[in-house]
């Protein structure tokens, strides 16, 4: 298909859903499915009302905070797992229990740990993501070439240049994907916690969604879909612009 | 088939333990260092592994930890299972269909950046606050990751293999049945396996978020009397629940598809 056959597909198939939504919306009404010409609307309304950006604002911020310590601590642990045989029975067992444990089932165990202010939301969102993380460089490196060390050893490269000019950059494409992993994730958990608690923007979703017009409540995902292609998009420039070689590469997790 | 001792490669550090004790010996170090740690703390706020163990074995043989699980399973498997069957189809038209593809892409993409979660004001004013809001949050929480993979799946069945197929005649349901599918047997199991752990988690999420019953119905209450064991005790069984089910499904796949060699760990 060429470029523009395919933006013509797009374009079709995204006007063809707004159409079925908006006929869908007319005769379940604004209190079931507000139809999109309704949300339009009521978008400007909430943009223009300031509340809406304040709130995500604040939230992001904190779950920027979580997902960053998340990074911090995942990548180095996943590289030394993927590296290091020890590591690797040590803490593997932790890891694969960890990441199939619901985010959702922590929220009353952390409330009682860590109180509900920014320490809370920092934990949840930091567990959330930073299995993901260690994962995904985990496998990274478990997979880098030996040959490709060998050539280090022979010019005789220092531990410290081999990790530094060699281990780290073949590792960049499965760093990059698993914090875009974790970033899915972390947003994922800063709603659920925030609508648990009702505070921050998840809880203005739950406060909306008792309202009778369904219109606002959708304008909130709106954004929030918004938020998350942006930031997924941002990474994926991130890792083109830091390691040009970067191809969309997957590990299994 | 055992392989006698002498025989066998010699390792690169022939003083290794098996990988079963060492995974033995890092949960034991694990609940140690926890143990230790939860000493520092209150009991209510993080209890130790021997309370949370306790707590466990008078549960468990009371059967009333066992009891909530299994009501809890019903609403997770009708999600599951009407996931399964919304999104395998789907997920073939998608990744055989290059038009249907690029039609479907930028929407699936729009929706899955949406967290799950933020659906259930929704879910509420459409289901209820019971079984059936249940039931569709569970759906929607593994529909997705099911339909991804299975599109991504059946994009990447090698062409040379469907070719031959054409080659010697083959066409419609019968290229479908005699090459497509076994093709994508290896794909589907991972659809499912990771479909299987969201669902296991959208179980509980679904619980706690809607009216709480059975399991977050539990974790409610020992959270109400500050019972971090029994907290912890229900989180335990999650985590063992989901990694069974996984390594479950992993196994079973080893078994039934001998032929594909695993990559993967």
New interface residues.
Partial sequence: ?TRRS?LL??A???VA?LIGWEILGRQMGD??LSPPSLVAREYVALVADGTMLSELAGSLRQMVAGFGLACVVGMPLGIAMGRS?LWD??????V???V??????????F???FGSGFQFRLAIVFMASVWYIVLTAY?GA?GVSSRVLEVGRAFAASPFQQFWKILLPALYPYLITGARIGL?HA??AM??AE??VIVGY?GL??K???QTS?AP?LG??FT??LV??LA?QTLRWFGRWLAPWYNERS??V | MPVPAADRPRRMRPWAPPAPVLYGLSLVAGLVAWELVAGRFSRVVLAPPSAVLRHLSVHLRSFELPALLIQSLGHMLLGYGCAIVVAVPLGFLIGRSERAFVMCDPIINALYAIPSIAFVPFLVIWCGLFFWARAALVFLMCVFDILVTVAAGARNVPAGLLDVGRAFGASGAFLFRTVLLPASLPFLFTAFRLGLVRALVAMVTAELFFAAVNLGAYMQAAANRFDSAGLLAVLSILALLGLGAQEGLKALEVWLLPWHGRSDA
């Fill in positions: 298909m395919r597909h797009q079709l198939a995204i859903v209190a079931l045989r029975v040590m803490v593997h067992p932790w694969s229990m960890c199939v444990t619901s985010v959702a089932a922590l929220v009353p165990l409330l009682l740990l496998h478990r899915v947003i994922r709603v659920v609508m648990y998840g979703i739950h909306t969604g008792l369904t409540l909130l995902l929030l879909m998350s292609l997924n590990a299994t």
